[in-house]
């Protein structure tokens, strides 16, 4: 079920409507209600793999018990390692397999052999990426002593299976939703208007503003050899455009979702692209996976103890990881590796901790230099997008060398006329960006940008974003690309 | 919670009424190609809003051409007439079994026709028919026999072109609106037909996928316009109108559709029975002028040979 379709519209309401009748009962009734509905929700996908979700969450559950339980250190050790290994064999298996025995394959191809292996039919299991790294976030943390584990099946087996972060997160701890999940939640008109006010918002992005620029960047990426340089970064803008807007659209809607039950997810994007280096840009883009590496790898490796060699081997190794959570792919990979490259001179220079605010905080507009710095980390950004775009990286080496010829000086409307019907594409991104940039001090770009306007205004706004809902969207339900990691 | 409930129903109805709004202005003043989810067009290429002016007048005729541009521009009823026969087509663009069922609730018992000949393309069946929907609501009068077929697709293009359908109809621009007959090269003939002076095969640009899957429900649409002639006693013919031979083995379910278009009674596949060459078409699945009057003079002498058509069941004249 996808948050952009007819289906979860209907969903939504139900779940909303017996869960607020519930609020005067035990808690207990609300929270096997959203499992229920949580387990319904992802079952709509492919109900066999209920199995491995519910398998997943009891492993957890005990082991966390067993390991709180357990004086002894080993056998502390013990356990923890049987839940990271099941859970990392399950996503190995499920995720890589395929890879490995390919990649294998291609090796040993080099050297003239001949590898046959058995190519498995795996299906991919929808948010695997995203419950693991729950699960394991909370075994760790009773691991480091930093939470007790709950005796709650209902309890955890929710914070696990919660239907708004289920399938591509935001990657929650324990240490925040499992408090939310224990404790009574109250029906708060505020806080639920702001849910429904974030929902519309990733809804715009996602339908009017990712979906519009993935048809173009499709067809710019799978033609990539017919066209003009100029055409070429056309595609990579809208590709930018179309990852950031597809993943934190649908960050939003999970956010704005959670509240409508009282719930408060960890914010995933603070508005990247207005970002003033690399480093900031990163603290900026999908939070949530980023500070569960610092803080289950990064920091485990000895972080930025032990001289300027180890911390830049752990950047390496942080960013080298998260490219390949992202995919079963070298693309993946040699993107991750790009923003390492990025992210090192900041690191040599001691940098990478000089830009913590939102840029011109208080100010309308930035200054030149931030405008030169926000250009720059831009245009770093896109490149290194062309890699996790690209289906190969040969393909993206192609396309690197295609944008680097003369023809990038020329007009991709003129030399393409059948993407003249991208200019309003372009048309819609320019009033996007603007009131992203007018509301980046806030969670989401909407958050309080209208709420001092008069109400009629104010409707008015949220009823042309419906409308252009309803006018620019696609007419084919498209998945969220994050579902596939 | 009856404060948010009041205000979430209050806001659903501001909503509606601010999107009719927006929709109106934006489908008076936004360029035709920026309308990305309204495509309301009167008019148009396969000339739908003057055939279906001119279907309210047309009565008892021998012969209704039904399906998409390949009946529109594949069936001449100027040849039909040298046989003595009156026909009618009431051919559009990509119709699909879907739209033809709607076509055939509204104009059957007005048209009367003695005998259909239905032009069954087998690449349609896999189309969801939104495009054919879109140029019949912009273009009927009075599309109410749509509404059911309309909300069954979940389209938001479909949605937003009836809305502003209404409106159109609201300010009565249908009945002030006039058609050219002549747009190009095409001429639209009497009898629903568009007649082109285009003579040269030009292949289209872009490559096109004709596998997608078959629907279900355009299969279901199809059985139920048979079963409805069926019950009125209408007799039928189904014809799949010659293509250049390169699309029409593009399709890979050749065979198989064949077979099933077979066991509902007559059915004569062109491109198979005459394998014209590209010359006599004018791009890759649309006849020119002299390859029609090939492909209709081949049809009405097979109608003439299978005993389709008669003296006794038609009245012909002398022609015959």
Redesign the interface.
């Known amino acids: 079920m996808l948050f952009n379709s ?1 289906n979860f519209a209907f969903f939504l309401p139900i779940v909303f409507i017996f869960y ?1 009748t519930l609020q005067n009962k035990k808690l207990a009734y609300q929270n096997i209600l959203l499992l229920l509905a949580s387990y319904y929700f992802y079952g709509c996908w492919d109900w066999r793999f209920l199995f491995l979700l519910a398998f997943s969450t009891f492993l957890d559950f005990y082991t966390g018990l067993k390991i709180y339980h357990s004086s002894d250190k080993a056998k502390r050790k013990f356990w923890l390692i049987l839940s990271v290994g099941i859970n990392l064999g399950f996503l190995g298996l499920f995720k890589y397999y395929n890879f490995f025995a390919d990649s294998f394959a291609s090796l040993v191809h080099q050297f003239g052999l001949n590898a046959d292996h058995p190519t498995l039919r795996i299906i991919l299991p929808v948010g695997i990426s995203f419950y693991t790294f729950h699960g394991m976030s909370y075994v760790f943390d009773i691991y480091n002593r930093k939470i007790k584990p709950t005796t709650n099946w209902v309890d955890y087996s929710l914070f696990v299976s919660f239907f708004p972060l289920l399938v591509a997160g935001p990657i929650e701890r324990a240490t925040h939703l499992l408090p939310q999940v224990e404790q009574k939640r109250t ?1 708060d ?1 505020s806080k ?2 702001d849910g ?1 006010r974030q929902i519309l918002w990733g809804l715009f992005k996602k339908m009017v503003i990712a979906d519009n620029c993935a048809e173009y960047a499709d067809i710019i990426f799978n033609n990539s050899d017919s066209y003009s340089a100029s055409t070429l970064v056309l595609g990579a803008l809208f590709f930018t455009f179309q990852i950031y807007c597809d993943f934190s659209g649908y960050s939003d809607i999970a956010l704005g979702t959670a509240r409508l039950f009282g719930f408060e997810l960890l914010q995933n994007f603070k508005f990247p692209y207005f970002s003033r280096d690399i480093a900031e840009f990163w603290r900026r883009w999908h939070v949530s996976l980023s500070s569960w590496f610092k803080d289950y790898l990064y920091i485990p490796l000895g972080g930025s103890k032990g001289g300027l060699f180890k911390q830049i081997r752990n950047t390496c190794i942080i960013f080298l990881v998260s490219g390949f959570w992202h995919g079963a792919n070298w693309t993946f990979v040699v993107w991750g590796f790009l923003n390492a490259i990025y992210i090192i001179p900041s690191i040599v220079f001691r940098t990478n901790r000089q830009h913590l605010e939102i840029i011109a905080q208080g100010r309308l507009f930035p200054s030149i230099k931030e405008l030169a710095q926000m250009t720059l980390t831009f245009s770093l950004t896109v490149l290194a997008w062309i890699f996790f775009r690209a289906e190969t990286v040969g393909h993206a080496f192609d396309y690197l060398s295609g944008i680097f010829s003369m023809s990038l000086f020329t007009n991709p409307f003129i030399s393409n006329p059948e993407f ?2 991208s ?2 594409v372009i048309a819609l991104l320019i009033p996007f960006m603007i009131i992203e940039w007018l509301g980046r001090e806030n969670k989401y770009a909407i958050e309080t940008s209208f709420l001092n306007m008069p109400r009629p205004v104010r ?2 706004f ?3 974003l ?2 252009s809902i ?4 696609q ?1 084919k339900e498209s998945a969220f690309i994050y579902f596939q990691f | 919670m009856v404060r948010f409930v009041k205000q979430l129903f209050a806001f659903l109805a501001f909503s509606i009424v601010a999107y009719v709004i927006f929709l109106i202005v934006w489908g008076t003043c936004a360029p035709t190609t920026f309308r990305k989810n309204m495509n309301f067009k009167m008019g148009g290429p396969g000339y739908m809003f003057t055939r279906l002016r001119e279907a309210d007048t047309v009565r008892n005729v021998d012969i209704l051409f039904l399906g998409s541009s390949h009946a529109y521009r594949g069936y001449d009823p100027r040849i039909f007439q040298r046989y003595s026969l009156k026909a009618f087509n009431l051919g559009s663009s990509a119709q699909t079994p879907i739209e033809t069922k709607i076509l055939v609730d509204s104009y059957l018992e007005k048209i009367k026709p003695k005998h259909v000949v239905f032009d069954v393309y087998p690449v349609l069946f896999g189309n969801d028919g939104v495009e054919s929907l879109l140029d019949i609501i912009s273009n009927m009068d009075d599309p109410r026999e749509i509404y059911p077929a309309a909300l069954s697709t979940k389209n938001a293009k479909v949605y937003n072109t009836l809305i502003f359908n209404a409106f159109v109809n609201l300010i009565g621009k249908k009945k002030h609106f006039k058609e050219p007959n002549e747009k190009g090269d095409d001429t639209y003939v009497n009898g629903g037909y568009v007649a082109t002076k285009k003579n040269k095969y030009k292949p289209e640009a872009l490559e096109r996928n004709y596998n997608q899957p078959t629907l279900t429900k355009q299969l279901e649409a199809f059985e139920a316009i048979i079963s409805e002639l069926k019950k009125r006693n209408i007799t039928y013919t189904l014809v799949q109108a010659p293509v250049t031979q390169k699309t029409y083995l593009a399709f890979r379910k050749n065979e198989e559709m064949d077979k099933y278009f077979s066991e509902f009674g007559k059915y004569y596949n062109y491109s198979e029975k005459l394998k014209l060459g590209d010359s006599l078409f004018f791009d890759d699945s649309h006849l020119t002028q002299n390859g029609v009057e090939i492909f209709n003079e081949e049809l009405v002498k097979q109608l003439f040979k299978d005993q389709v058509i008669s003296k006794s069941n038609f009245n012909l004249l002398s022609k015959e």
């Open positions: 007819l607020w029906f008109y639920l208007t429904l003249i019907r200019i309003l409707w008015a949220y009823s042309l419906v409308f309803g006018v620019f969207m007419t």
